[in-house]
Every structure is written in C-alpha cells, then in structure tokens.
C-alpha cells in the first residue's frame, strides 16, 4: 500500500530540504535551486580557491548570457516547480551547458536528485562506481591529496530512487559514486562494451512490487527522463530485478531499443558518451507538459502504452479466436446441425450485450473486498452494463490487464495500488473509486486527481461507517467511525493496521446505485454526441 500518510506531513518541508555531500574532497559542480555553483569540503590553498572563481565564473557563464544554449542531449531538462514556491523560472534549462569532462548534478527537488555526465564514462560495478575520464587541460582544478595515478577531480555520489524524501526507503538504496578523473599519460582504462548512445542509471529497489511505486516510482520517471532520445538509449538498472524487466519489457521497448543492463550484475565496463543517474518525477501519477519537451502529457504516456501491449493484445485476440473455432468445430462434429433459427438467437444475443456499456470490477481479495459484490454484479446488469469481475494477481500479465481496462466504459474498484490501473483506460472512460473510512486523502490525491487529468470522468463514493466492517468493532461513537482522520494523524501503523488491512466493505447499494446511473447516463450521452457529431 501506498506509504501516503509519511509522504502527507513531511512533503510540507520540501522546499528547505537539501541533501549534503559530507564525504568529497573533490571539487564539485552542484546545481541546486539557487543555480550551479563549485563547493570543497576542505580547501588547502588560497590558489586553488583563487582557480576555483575564476572555473566557475567560465561555467556559469553559459547561464548569464545564453540560457538558451544548447550543447547535449541533456537540453531538454527543465527545472521543476516543487510544491507552493518555485524557485526558478519552469523553463529555465538546468545543467544545459555541461561541457566534456562535467558532473553536474540538479538537486533542487525534494522527490529526486538527478546527476549528469558528459564525456568518456565508463562503469565499474564492483566499486559501485562511474568513472568520467578527462584528457587535456582541466583549469587546473584538482585535488592535491591525489596519489600517483590518474587524479580525482570531482567527486559525487547519488542513490538513483525517486523518493528521496523518504529515508527509510533510501536507507536500502543502493549508492553511486560518481567520479571524475584527470586521465594522466600512459594510463589506458579498457572498456569491455562501447556504446554510442547516453545511458540512464536507476534503481528498481525500494518499494518495487507493489504496482502503484512500480508506474509512480518508476515507469512515468523514466518516461519522463528518457522519451526524448527516442529509444537512442540504454537503461542501466541497480538493484535488478529480472521479473520487473519481464514484466515491463513491453513499456521497456518503448523507450529503448537496447537490452537493460543489470549494473550490479555485469561485470564488463561499459563505456558510454552521456549518462544521467537518476530520474525526474513531477507528481503522483502524472506527467506536467510544462515541464516537458514538446509538452509531453500524461495522455502521451498512455499512448505509448497502447503501443506497447498492441502487439501481445493481437496475439491473445487470435489465441482465443482460434480456440473458439476449435470448440466449435469440435460441437458440431458430436451434435446434429444446429437450427438456422437459434444461430440467429445466439448471434443477436452476442450483439446486444455487444452494444451495452462494459463495467469492470476490479476485485479485491483480503481486506478492503466489497462484500456483496455478487449483489453490485446483478445491479449493475439490471442498470443496463455489460458486467466483468477481473481479479489479477501478481502473476497475472500485464497486456491482460490492459486489454480488459482499455476496452471498458467503467471502471469500479475499492482505494488500494491496483487503482493505478485507471492509467489503462481511455480518456473519456468513468473511474468510480469506493473510498474506505479513513483513507479519504490518499484516494483523492493518489488516483482521484491524477484520473482527471488523464481525462477520465472520476466519481468518488465515500462509504459511510454503516458500510465499513468496522461498524462491528467499534462503538458508534468511536473516533474509528466518527473521525478517522484523528486517527490517522496518530500515525502510519494505525492506518495501515485499522483502515488498510482491517476493513472491508458492504456497499449501500441503494445509495451506490446513483453512482451507477450517472455513469450509465454519461456513457449514453457521450456515444448520442459521437453520433450527433458523424451524422454531420
């Protein structure tokens, strides 16, 4: 379950919070949300600080006079607005003029950092490492306590994970160090595998299984990141999972045409040209086109999924049409012909169920199950729906699950991570979310405002205590019925432990059943004006 209630109290600190790196000695370009500057843990000498100025008035530079340079692939960023204040202008292009030889790293929002690097990277995953190399003249920036060798002049480190507010989720991240190195003459650093493309470093740790931080935490960053190389990169994954590659191969191919590299896994040293580590994240579950080059939405994420599971929804398509000859094939050859007249009732059958409006129940299995759902079933029929109950699993293929959301009209399911499945619908659709006490914030925040934008008519029905299984546990009287959100604000332990997995729901089905008719008679009025708009 989404950890929304830690996520509510301490996003209000987003715009003070800034994270520090405490162990470099090197000289580092960090861009925060004041802009880039350099900073030196301990500086030795007043002539490298002197350097120090005058390097940085050379890189910075480019943002006084020119904001609209554009030396890489990376110009496409732009700055984020985070919370309440924005610090700096949305299409202020941050680390746009990184140059050859620079680390330049954005950590000017609260959900993420972001580093970028240009230049000859190479990897080395048993140090957990990524080594930028530099030949030639480095303003003579560098750091006096190097050895013999090649010498160490910038030093980073970022845990590529989109919840950066969240310590306890990045306390299990693994941690990148980035560092860049003057390459002296003579020394020669190998590279196993050469690419000619950027890559993209990540991690698919922290709360990777549950599918609501699969698309929030991953899937829409990385859209959000990599979708305008058009597919002219490779993905390279810390904390590999293979079942998430297998699971998400088809969104994968999408956005790479290159195999993903298990970091930790591999061995070799890949080399690559551009690298970003890490990945931007705009908002639950959404895409802000302000932010994004060609003003990208979260409508263009959807039809990149659409391209995706096209192909394996065909194959299944066939699949079952094939079976469905086979069987009849197999009935008529053990039963006499059957009557011209009832084929023409089984076929008129087909085409009136065919013309109704479909409803999907997305059913839940353990706590928050509708109880009288069977009931919901023979209303929703009667209303005048086309009804399917889909229970997927964690086994349960993904193209199968949007395949039978993008083909229906309505959609209703009880707040939980698999309302993330309102991403797979057609805007235009109805969303209709049953809201259990005490998690009236989540469902609004995490799916009701992120289903609008997408486009989709969402309907909200917040259950009353006589319809929560807690009616029988509790007095009346208690503050579990009359003000869940007193006790929620105790903590996430007494949410989870009351709200989440202690309570399931019986629906007033009188009362429910005015959502039902709205949505019914929004779906008719919708298809009269698709017709009223053909017919001229």
Known sequence: MVRYHRAHHQWRKGDKHMEEDEESQALIMDCGTAGCYFKRTRPKLLSLLLLSLLSCSFLLAPHLFNSGSTLSLFDSFRVEKEGPVAHMDANTPMCSSISNGTICCDRSSIRSDICMMKGDIRTQSASSSVFLYISGETNGIINSGDEEGDKEIQHDKIKPYTRKWEKSVMDGIDELDLIAKKLQSGNNHHCDVMHDVPAV????????????HEFNDGILPLFITSQHFNRKVVFVILEYHSWWILKYGDVLSQLSDYPAIDFNGDKRTHCFPEAIVGLRIHDELAVDSSLMEGSKSIVDFRNLLD????????????????????????????????????????????????????????????????????????????????????????????????RALNSSDVMIGVHGAAMTHFLFMKPGSVFIQVIPLGTEWAAETYYGEPARKLGLKYIGYEILPKESSLYDKYDKDDPVLRDPKSVTQKGWEYTKTIYLDGQNVRLNLGRFRKRLVRAYNYYNAKMNQLVHLQSQ
């Open 307 to 402: 391209q995706a599971y096209l192909p394996r929804i065909m194959g299944l398509i066939q699949d079952e049409e094939r079976e469905a000859h086979e069987k009849l094939v197999h009935k008529l050859s053990l039963s006499p012909r059957p009557s011209e007249t009832s084929t023409k009732m089984e076929k008129g059958v087909q085409e009136d169920q065919s013309e109704k409006p479909k409803l999907l129940i997305l059913s839940r299995n353990g706590s928050r199950a509708i109880i009288n759902e069977n009931l919901l079933v023979k209303m929703a029929e009667k209303i005048g729906f086309r009804v399917e109950v889909l229970r997927p699993d964690r086994t349960t293929e993904m193209a199968k699950i949007y």
């Open 201 to 212: 470093f990540f991690s698919t740790g922290g709360y990777t299984g549950n599918v609501y």
